[in-house]
């Protein structure tokens, strides 16, 4: 087993930040460092006194220290590192660029009357969780040992679950949303059109590079197929190949495996490929 320091070093650098972020902000609040009033989402000061850390700030305020806090830090710790490591791995610029569109999408949508919220952490974090379960939709969860359900009914399931336990529904709703929103801008319209609405920005790539934070993203080299019918599995446009779900029968957490493209009867050559001068 690898000690905390090696395993804390294994974690990938978005998902990492952004857990310590939540960690030293609610830790700083219950000490008593910050009162959560001054770094909540005020539209009202970000207009008028120009106060704009709050557009950021919010989203690293989990709540008081609690059991839900607890899970809220584990969520980032699972799910979030599942993500960038399995779909988004060598895609550290189009894993940030989900993040930063997530807090956009939730910050346009606190701005409504109905869903105005001071604090939009959970909000985010529950939007991990919504990609999360549609690029793992097969693995078999277990929640509290008492229910086993596939991932695809995760967000839904942690929702009801924290409409039993008194927690407020509205945060969990804003992150079904904007990862909804997320999911269907860069998989779903992408497969029906053939068209990627929502291209990770040239300015990403250059702060992932200049920050020199995980690995940018490498375009891929399109086959040649001209001719031939679609047969495979779907790919999301301008990024990786999507990875399938494998349930792991021991402890419900998801595996992934690249999947192997079907190149079809018309390839003459089918033998094992090398690189050259490898």
């Not at 690898?2 to 219950?30: D, R, V």
């Not at 790919?235 to 494998?246: F, I």
């Amino acid at each position: 087993m690898s000690s905390p320091a090696e395993f804390y070093k294994s974690l990938p650098p978005i998902s990492k930040a952004y857990g310590i972020a939540c960690l030293l902000f609610t830790t700083a609040s219950q000490l008593g460092l910050c009162h959560p009033v001054d770094i909540a989402l005020l539209y009202e000061l970000v207009f008028s006194n120009y106060q704009v850390w709050r557009l950021i700030t919010n989203f690293f305020f989990l709540g008081k220290f609690s059991i839900n806090f607890g899970i809220r830090l584990l969520m980032i710790a699972r799910y979030g590192v599942q993500l960038e490591s399995g779909p988004f791995k060598k895609r550290t610029a189009d894993f940030l660029w989900m993040m930063i569109f997530g807090a956009l999408t939730l910050l346009a949508l606190s701005a409504i009357p109905f869903f105005r919220s001071p604090f939009l952490g959970v909000s985010l974090v529950f939007m991990l969780l919504y990609v999360w379960s549609r690029e793992f939709p097969t693995a078999n969860i277990n929640i509290y040992g008492l229910v086993t359900l596939k991932a695809f009914y995760l967000p839904w399931a942690m929702l009801g679950l924290d409409v039993i336990f008194g927690s407020p529904i509205m945060p969990d709703l804003l992150g079904i949303i904007a990862g909804h929103l997320y999911y269907f801008l860069t998989v779903l319209h992408p497969l029906a059109t053939g068209k990627n609405l929502l291209k990770t920005p040239m300015w990403v790539h250059k702060l992932v590079m200049r920050w020199r934070i995980g690995a940018p993203t490498a375009t891929p080299a399109q086959p040649d197929n001209s001719g031939a019918t679609f047969r495979g599995r779907s790919y999301r446009v301008g990024g990786a190949t999507a990875y399938p779900a494998q349930p792991d029968r021991g402890s419900g957490a998801a595996t992934t495996n690249p999947v192997q493209p079907d190149n079809g009867s018309a390839v003459a050559f089918r033998g094992r490929s090398y690189r050259l001068g490898g």
